[in-house]
């Protein structure tokens, strides 16, 4: 029982973690919390789910276009709307990331309708196989982790070694210097945009697997991976990853222990984390200068 | 120009703008006789939503403060003002007082972090607020749980007992809380002429420099919380018997979005502001939009548009829609919102033909 709460947990917050990352690429390099990233994740989705069981195409024509249409969803949003908006307050952004989610929520409410969906997904909850002696791994699970492994694996070597990766963390320290510097920086947010959108829709498509698709079926996830996220610190990406598997643990356990009580152990732990350390686990304290 | 302290501090700039609130005033005590009675009810709604949305923008507008969980307060409000009708029997007036102290306890115990936090974290942090008290609603059965409870009969009087005085229809509840509404809105905006309000107008300039005038932060951040949550207690128990049934899922992070966007769409900072905004959001989402498509032209090509790429049934998503695109127009061209149109036009007649 203690096996498999833990590995349960262990996967849901890796979950978190991934679509904790998308949102702390994003914050890292623009500074603005993305409260559309759920809903991005969500239209991204419904469109894997579009082409799956409408059109009756295979998975491996579904999960490409899916991921394609993600990325040049993320890059449209940041055109169309965040570049526009000249000197935006935070207030600003807040309120112009929300206005994109209500957007996206409204219209794929009025193209897939309110009703909850099945997401035919290739990887079921059901099956599970014994990896290591003793302990039972669903394909889930299973693909959550590899996943996760993967996608941080290329993102540190990204950041690491890549030219755009290394310009984007040039970008995140300071964007003045690097404009001066010839980095173009509204590429830079472009490519950060797409990516976070990327790898947002990956972690939306576990999520709908978990739980049924429908326009609202991100806000809480994205609720929990924002906790995830702020419980690690924003600005450290491997914290964003620890933070949501210690939340996947401790919301496991929680839920566990007192089931009705589940679904408010994310929003303790965020009022909590942010009053006590509001830089979170793992970054370091940022001192506004006057 | 204002030469003296006492001109800064006058409730009204000038003769004119009191001779027009006055009309505005009459207008509205007059309104019932001549408008049908749904009309009524909608009113109901807009001057709940006028309160929320000055209180809320005593919060963000002048303090410089993010909220994402005023629907927390609502709710408080709502719910508070009901459980104390029907259980502890107060008249109407004591229980909205009394909800709306403790959704401002509330509002002061959420602005202790805030004393840390800014921008998004704050953001984040209320919003966590307001979706907690949603789910802690739907848990206890005292709250009526899931199912919602019903607004007993308003009282103005002890309810059950000889000196009851049950108020009835939407029109009697109109003038009600439109005293309540205007008594409100005065207090908010004689708040801002304050030494309180300027307190409040300095920390959202700069919170570093208003502390090194002396402008302690601890108290008049947490005052200004407690204030706006108060606000939105009061507009959270009216609310409670305008629409006569509530359940916790009335009081979702969509409400907190909206009231958000009525302060902004509205203008920050500015009490003509919350009210155009909180008018203008809700006749849109409660009365325009419900319906989209039997909108004259645009309800027949949305439904053309419906049938050719979307589904029928999903356009009563519209409004959804709307509201976002008017929120990412606001910020992206007119950051002041509608009382940023107001100033201009003001200007540009001011001076005109030249």
């Known amino acids: 029982m203690f096996e498999s709460l833990l590995i349960e947990g262990l996967a849901i917050g890796a979950c978190y973690g991934l679509f904790g990352v998308a949102v702390a690429i994003i914050y890292k390099t623009s500074e603005v919390v993305n409260f559309a990233q759920g809903e991005m994740g969500m239209v991204a989705t419904f469109v894997a789910y579009h082409i799956l069981s409408v059109h009756g195409m295979s998975p491996w024509v579904a999960f490409p276009v899916t991921i394609a249409f993600s990325v040049l969803l993320g890059m449209a949003i940041e055109f169309c709307l965040l570049r526009p908006a000249r000197n935006p307050t935070v207030l600003g952004m807040i309120i112009l990331t929300l206005g994109a989610e209500m957007l996206l929520m409204g219209l794929a409410g009025w193209k897939w309708g309110a009703e909850q969906k099945d997401f035919p997904f290739n990887l079921s909850l059901v099956t599970t196989h014994a990896i290591l002696p003793g302990l039972a791994f669903n394909e889930w699970t299973i693909g959550v982790f590899a996943l996760s492994i993967v996608i941080m694996t290329l993102l540190f070597l990204f950041f690491r070694y890549s030219k755009p990766g290394i310009a984007m963390r040039a970008t995140q320290q300071n964007v003045n210097a690097a404009r001066i510097m010839g980095i173009n920086v509204e590429r830079i947010f472009s490519i950060t945009w797409g990516m976070s959108s990327l790898i947002g829709a990956i972690a939306a498509m576990f999520f709908a697997a978990r739980s049924v698709l429908d326009p609202n079926f991100m806000m809480e996830p994205f609720m929990r991976a924002f906790a995830a996220a702020v419980l690690g610190g924003l600005t450290s990406i491997p914290g964003v990853i620890i933070g949501g598997m210690i939340l996947g643990i401790v919301e496991n356990f929680f839920g566990y222990a007192w089931p009705e009580w589940k679904p408010i152990v994310a929003f303790v732990l965020i009022i909590l984390v942010i009053t006590i350390r509001p830089s979170g686990l793992f970054a370091k304290h940022y001192v506004k200068k006057v | ?354």
């Open chain 2, 1 to 354: 120009m204002k030469r003296d302290y006492y001109e800064d501090v006058r409730l009204f700039k000038s003769g004119t703008i009191l001779a027009w609130s006055v009309v505005f005033l009459v207008f509205l005590f007059t309104l019932p006789i001549y408008t049908p009675s749904y009309n009524i009810y909608l009113l109901n709604v807009i001057m709940v939503h006028v309160v929320l949305a000055v209180g809320l923008n005593i919060l963000v507008g002048y303090t410089g403060q993010i909220s994402l969980g005023h629907a927390g307060f609502f709710a408080i409000g709502a719910y508070g003002t009901s459980l104390g009708m029907t259980h502890l029997h107060f008249p109407f007036l004591a229980a909205l007082v009394a909800a709306a102290l403790i959704a401002a306890f509330f509002g002061f115990v959420i602005g202790l972090p805030a004393l840390r936090l800014e921008g998004p974290y704050l953001a984040i942090a209320t919003l966590g607020f307001g979706l907690t008290i949603m789910h802690i609603i739907g848990r206890w059965n005292i709250f009526g749980g899931r199912m919602g409870i019903t607004a007993p009969p308003l009282d103005l009087g002890i309810p059950k007992s000889s000196c009851s005085w049950v108020i009835a229809g939407d029109v009697k509840i109109y003038y009600l809380i439109l005293i309540i509404t205007t008594l409100l809105v005065i207090a908010a905006r004689n708040l801002m002429k304050t030494r309180v309000g300027r307190a409040f107008m300095s920390i959202r300039d700069d919170d570093i420099a208003a502390e090194v005038m002396g402008v302690n932060l601890t108290v008049y951040k947490t005052l200004s919380f407690a204030v706006s949550a108060f606000y939105a207690g009061v507009a959270g128990g009216m609310y409670g018997f305008v629409v006569g049934f509530f359940d916790p899922f009335t009081f979702n992070l969509i409400l907190s979005i909206l009231f958000l966007v009525m302060v902004v769409v509205g203008g920050l900072g500015s009490i003509l502001g919350a009210i155009l905004g909180a008018s203008l959001i809700t006749y849109l989402q409660y009365d325009l939009l419900k319906n989209v498509e039997n909108l004259p032209v645009l309800g027949e090509l949305l439904v053309s548009i419906s049938r050719r790429w979307f589904t029928v049934i999903g356009l009563a998503n519209f409004s959804g829609i709307a509201l976002g695109l008017i929120m990412i127009a606001i910020v992206i061209f007119e950051p002041l919102g509608m009382f940023g149109i107001w100033i201009r036009i003001k200007k540009y007649w001011k001076t005109w033909p030249f």
